[in-house]
């Protein structure tokens, strides 16, 4: 295989199981906070065992995306030093930023809220949640600036020619709010809090179902409903304002993401379909001229597609289309999940229907599959590029590096991912069943071991 | 003062931070299997618990900065020392997997295995560190497209593999004092018998390493011999290291730890100012090594970092110290404990 296929496969699998964790940790670290600031209104003792439950598995989830992080960090230069040495001037400021800003407010202040529990006053260990919230927030804006301004760059200008070139800032504001930053941004943010709200519904409805620890499942999936109701709304007005900012700024991504093969023909929407490359054309059900309008609001306008590009500046249409296409299938059932349990919960029915239950147990892994897929469209779509319009993948590698060094590490990664994945779904299991009880029933015999 | 001097003390500062931080409890690691009871082996987990992975964050922040501000030191430095890299990484996961992973069951193989693996991905980190600093110092090939020529096996000459060991003895002597900081009673008695044969290690590799960079390395002396002045610095560090073995035997527990920190500072200076200005020299052909004038980002960026340095890292420094305060004193174990 070749050193830039190897590359390529090494740096999705390491950020495709990277990104498992940050968005449990956005969304978890939002819901503790609410969590935590209800017990701090109400003194409710409920609520402090909730938030206690829930910063447990909020450690997990951060100590493997911290071990995850650090590989995607040195990945750009081990993998990707052509790349590196291009973007390093503009990706500068947003590193830096996130390294001060971020990842030393989550980490510092997650020590209070997993270890200070007796060691700090309730405020002092509410301002850490407080903390912890933000700086999950604050690692994902400085990470999507950076990505957004490798889809739609601004803000620079290029120094040297051929081997040399490099991207230079010539303004910091333009670069952070390129083009599409801020609508990724508030994207990839909902996307994590709806992880975090499906991962405590899905551990909330296992209780219920199990009829175990009924007060602290019922009081968990309340607090995450309200916000996946939110969440869900926001993802999909994000995503529409999202969709735009591609037709806009990276046309080829758009075509692919629609599969829109006449090089200029009112646009047909396929809500779902299979993509056949040979003949140029998806076999599936059609809304005739709906592409066009969401584009341009017109039913018949015209809109470019793949045939009047040329063809070495074309992503690979199959993949991002279904990726694309699945996000938005997926995305529908949330909004779906999400809307029944709202009516459930207003009837006053949730908490006993037990089908609706059996669901959300599973669909943990919905947001997680979505997450995934949005990427996957983003990333894919913007091929052959590296740095959309600027550089291409191909010259992004590394010249110092050997075909046979990424393979090497790349069956490292593989067997060490998949110990790390065992071991994440281990102990997760253990914590969801020692459950809220179990952590105090334990407390009681560790004091009870101590003092003996 | 010129701001890419700034960013080379900063970038110096943040792996100085990370070396005192990591450096104690990649310490504390390398010696786990010192300790014999499974209650003395969650007490040394414990004592770097709650701290760990918030250490490793000025590795992430070091590697950002440089990233940031010398992207073709970041960019030549990771894919040319690119297996070292993967395995340093794969030793600082195995790490903290071993943390989250070993006190979750009871079986004693179990705790024995995550015990074995936690000791030796900590000493290994540390000598992968060593063996990077090694080649930092010696220079490694570049060609005039500023790319590492040469191999991984390249990288492990004697030079490097002296300074591995040297890297692993600090780390010990260091962890070691904070073992003792951290215990109390029979253990704690014990862990100071440590401290002693940590210092001897440490000396012993100190002063062949020492003996070696003056023989075989003229380039780090060269910059002494401008400023003769600075040949203090050498000597401060002795005194530092001297004083460790002290304040430990007046029970000044946390001198002793102080101490070893100044150590730690002026060993970073050391290996700073003896590649200064360059940041990677290039060996063979020093013609090609990478320095903070050349092969910096441009004045602008190191402008925008600079202000956003100023207004974060206090901030960052006041909590994080007041995080090692309220998590003070002696280590306990409790329902939070790995």
Same mark, same amino acid.
């Given at each position: ?10 740096f ?11 968005p ?5 670290? /939002? ?10 209104? $109400?003194?409710d ?30 990945e ?33 202040? /997650? ?10 006053r ?15 927030h ?12 490798m ?14 070139a490099?991207?230079?800032? $010539? ?25 975090g ?31 996946g ?12 304002i999202?969709?735009?900012?591609v ?20 646009g ?128 992004g ?16 990664? $593989? ?7 065992v ?28 003092s003996? | 003062?010129?701001l #890419? ?14 070396a005192?931080?990591?450096?104690f ?8 299997l010192?300790?014999k ?11 770097i ?9 000025w ?12 992207p ?27 943390i989250e ?36 110092i ?27 060991l ?7 002597? #260091? ?88 150590a ?6 050391l ?8 940041l990677v020299?290039?060996?063979? #052909? ?25 207004i ?7 909590y ?19």
């Amino acid at each position: 295989m070749s050193l830039l296929l190897l590359s390529r496969i090494q740096f999705s699998l390491t950020i495709m199981f990277h990104y498992i964790y940050p968005p449990l940790s956005i969304g978890l670290g /939002l819901i503790i906070l609410i969590m935590e600031s209800i017990y701090m209104l $109400t003194k409710d003792p409920l609520y402090h065992r909730l938030t206690k439950f829930w910063v447990k598995i909020f450690g997990l989830t951060f100590a493997i995306g911290v071990a995850t992080g650090i590989v995607m960090e040195f990945e750009f230069g081990t993998n990707w030093s052509t790349y590196s040495r291009y973007v390093g001037d503009v990706f500068g400021s947003a590193l830096a930023a996130e390294g001060v800003f971020a990842f030393f407010l989550e980490s510092g202040f /997650l020590a209070i809220l997993l270890f200070g529990w007796d060691k700090v006053r309730p405020i002092v260990h509410w301002f850490s949640a407080l903390m912890v919230c933000l700086g999950a927030h604050f690692s994902a804006i400085w990470i999507v600036v950076a990505n957004s301004w490798m889809q739609t760059p601004a803000g620079f200008h290029i120094v040297g020619t051929g081997m040399h070139a490099r991207a230079e800032i $010539t303004d910091f504001r333009a670069m952070v709010f390129n083009p599409s930053s801020m609508e990724r941004l508030a994207h990839v943010i909902s996307g994590a809090w709806i992880a975090g709200v499906f991962l405590v519904l899905s551990i909330s409805a296992y209780y219920l179902l199990k009829q175990k620890n009924i007060p602290f499942a019922k009081a968990s999936m309340k607090v995450a409903l309200i916000l996946g109701i939110a969440a869900s709304l926001a993802q999909m007005i994000t995503g529409r304002i999202a969709a735009e900012t591609v037709a806009k700024w990276q046309p080829t991504k758009l075509v692919a993401m629609e599969a829109h093969f006449p090089a200029s023909a009112p646009g047909d929407f396929y809500p779902f379909g299979l993509v056949d490359e040979k003949n140029q054309r998806v076999i599936g059900p059609k809304i005739p001229g709906f592409l066009s309008y969401l584009m341009y609001g017109k039913w018949d306008a015209p809109v470019r597609g793949l045939e009047s590009f040329k063809k070495e500046d074309l992503p690979p249409v199959a993949i991002t289309f279904y990726a694309y296409h699945l996000m938005i299938l997926l995305g529908i059932v949330m909004i779906l999940l999400m809307g029944i349990g709202l009516i459930l919960f207003s009837k006053g029915t949730l908490f006993e229907t037990k089908w609706y239950l059996k669901l959300l147990v599973p669909a943990v892994l919905l947001p997680q599959l979505a997450n995934q897929l949005g990427w996957t469209t983003a990333e894919v779509g913007r091929q052959p590029w590296i740095v959309y319009g600027l550089l291409r993948t191909s010259q992004g590698l590394s010249k110092a590096v050997q075909a046979d060094a990424v393979l090497t590490s790349l069956i490292m990664f $593989t067997l060490i991912y998949l110990l790390l994945f065992v071991l994440f779904i281990f102990l997760l299991d253990q914590k969801i069943k020692q459950g809220p009880g179990g952590i105090e029933a334990q407390e009681e015999t560790q004091t009870h071991r101590a003092s003996t | 003062m010129d701001l #890419h001097l700034i960013w080379f003390i900063l970038l110096g500062i943040l792996l100085t931070g990370y070396a005192i931080l990591d450096g104690f409890d990649l310490g504390v690691g390398a010696l786990h299997l010192f300790s014999k009871t499974d209650q003395e082996r969650r007490l040394m987990l414990n004592s770097i618990g709650p701290v760990w992975d918030g250490n490793e964050v000025w590795l992430v922040t070091g590697g950002g900065a440089m990233f940031a501000a010398f992207p073709d030191v970041y960019a030549t430095l990771a894919s040319g020392f690119y297996l070292a890299v993967y395995l340093l990484i794969f030793c600082l996961i195995f790490r903290a997997v071993a943390i989250e992973f070993r006190s979750k069951r009871e079986g004693a193989a179990w705790r024995q295995s995550w015990d074995i693996a936690f000791c030796i991905s900590s000493i290994l980190s540390a000598f992968l560190f060593g063996v990077v600093i090694g080649n930092l110092i010696w220079g490694i090939p570049l060609g005039s497209d500023k790319e590492f020529q040469g191999t991984f096996f390249g990288l492990l000459h004697p030079y490097a593999l002296l300074t591995g060991l040297t890297v692993v003895a600090l780390c010990m002597m #260091h962890g070691s004092i904070y073992v003792v900081m951290k215990t109390e009673g029979e253990f704690h008695d014990r862990a100071r018998g440590w401290v002693k044969n940590c210092i001897i290690f440490f000396v012993i590799m100190y002063v062949i390493l020492t003996m070696a960079t003056l023989l075989y390395v003229p380039h780090m002396v060269a910059n002494f011999q401008k400023y003769p002045v600075l040949f203090f610095i050498p000597v401060a560090n002795l005194l530092l290291i001297a004083n460790v073995p002290r304040e430990i035997y007046h029970k000044r527990d946390f001198m002793a730890f102080l101490s070893s920190c100044g150590a730690i500072v002026v060993l970073m200076f050391l290996l700073g100012f003896g590649i200064f200005p360059n940041l990677v020299l290039s060996n063979p #052909h020093p013609e090609f090594s990478l320095n903070i004038y050349q092969d910096s980002s441009s004045l602008k960026t190191l402008q925008i970092m600079l202000v956003i340095a100023l207004i974060g890292m206090p901030v960052v420094l006041a909590y994080t110290l007041s995080i090692y305060w309220i998590f003070r004193g002696k280590v306990k174990l409790d329902d939070h404990s790995y």
